[in-house]
């Protein structure tokens, strides 16, 4: 889409839901989207939720198909799911579980032109509220981020089954989002722009800026409720920001340096396997390092990561012993990401490499003191 210059945008899902029993809501929710839903998912969690979907789905008098993804989600597998929904003749699609299936479900809203439900299992990153969709090849490596012409059209959370998985999902989740508000401040000072491709409104940085001090404010204690899988006003707390203010700040305040690490981190020694938030929140160490900031501010971020169990350096991040060629393995990769033009000032492969030095430097003192 081409803008005239100066027009900006902010774009939301159509409906946020959230709280303990939310999934019940599916059928009336579903109820005005036509008669067939195609309701995408693997097989454990359409295993363990699949008759009450079926029940909910039946009180509003739709009868939906089920769509079982396998694996990783290829533009085959979306394409298998998506022949599946045609021949059905299905009007909307429901996305269930993890990031991976509701990317699955966007892949196929997208091709059949439908509109879509993201119903998250878990809260491991903002994937639901977001109209990005991530395509990867069979063995796992990124290949392409896709967007839906709209965000989805209701996200549906259901934090009774957001505390009852395990806790460290809701962790990465929190990683994933403590970094939109300093990529949203970078992106505003800077001449970066969002992913819509505008430059962003001061609402999204608001909301970024409300996401992290919400974040600061209850993780631990969201985090405790998590672990005992009970829902409190802490956990209803971070799941707002780690789904609905983390998913708004990015997609309408833009990433930048936390974010392009992750390019390097999915491909290097050891951290490939990390969730996407851990490796975001190692990322936003090196951000504030790249940005100049205070020892004393970097240091503040590490202690809390080290209260609620966030890794705090490479090691932690499952890189034994990391030498120049990771660190330089890491850089190349950061350099090929587009988010990088949204750091407020240029950056260039030795600042990055400076700032991961010094971002490691003070972990490792951090956790000297912790230690006496
Ligand atoms: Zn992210």
Redesign the pocket.
């Known amino acids: 889409m081409t803008l005239p210059a100066g027009i900006r945008i902010f774009g939301a899902p159509g409906r946020y839901l959230q709280g303990p029993g939310a999934l019940d809501a599916l059928g009336a929710l579903a109820a005005s989207y036509g008669p067939a839903p195609l309701v995408i998912g693997d097989a454990q969690v359409l295993g363990l939720l699949g008759s009450r979907l079926v029940t909910s789905l039946a009180e509003a008098d739709l009868t939906p198909a089920f769509g079982t993804l396998k694996g990783e989600i290829t533009r085959e597998a979306v394409a298998a799911l998506a022949a599946q929904g045609k021949e059905r003749e299905s009007s909307l699609v429901i996305g269930i579980g993890g990031g991976k299936s509701l990317d699955a479900a966007k892949g196929v809203a997208m091709l059949l032109d439908l509109p879509m439900f993201t119903v998250p299992t878990i809260a491991s990153?903002?994937s639901p509220t977001s109209a990005a969709v991530a395509i990867y090849d069979d063995s796992h490596a990124m290949v392409a981020v896709d967007r839906m012409a709209r965000n989805p059209d209701v996200v549906l959370v259901d934090t009774a089954l957001i505390a009852a998985a395990p806790v460290a999902f809701l962790r990465a989740g929190i990683g994933?989002a403590l970094a939109k508000k300093f990529e949203a401040e970078g992106c505003r000072a800077g001449s970066g722009v969002t992913p819509f491709e505008t430059r962003p409104l001061s609402t999204a940085s608001a909301i970024a800026d409300a996401c992290y001090r919400t974040l600061r404010a209850h993780a631990e204690a969201g985090l405790a409720a998590c672990a005992r899988n009970e829902v409190t006003g802490d956990l209803e707390a971070v799941v707002e920001a780690a789904v609905l203010m983390s998913g708004l700040g990015?997609e309408n305040g833009g990433?930048s340096l936390a974010?392009a690490l992750t390019r390097g981190l999915m491909r290097a020694r050891g951290t490939k396997d990390a969730s996407?938030?851990d490796q975001?929140a190692w990322g936003l160490l090196v951000h504030l390092a790249a940005e100049g900031r205070s020892d004393e501010e970097i240091d503040d971020l590490l202690q809390f990561y080290c209260r609620i169990g966030l890794p705090t350096c490479l090691a932690e991040l499952g890189m034994s012993e990391p030498g120049a060629d990771d660190i330089a393995l890491i850089v190349d990769w950061t350099l090929t990401a587009p988010h990088l033009k949204n750091f407020a000032s240029p950056l260039d492969g030795p600042a990055i490499e400076a700032a991961i030095g010094r971002a490691e430097a003070l972990a490792s003192q951090g956790r000297g003191r912790d230690a006496t």
């Open positions: 990153n903002d994933d990015f990433l974010h996407h938030g975001v």
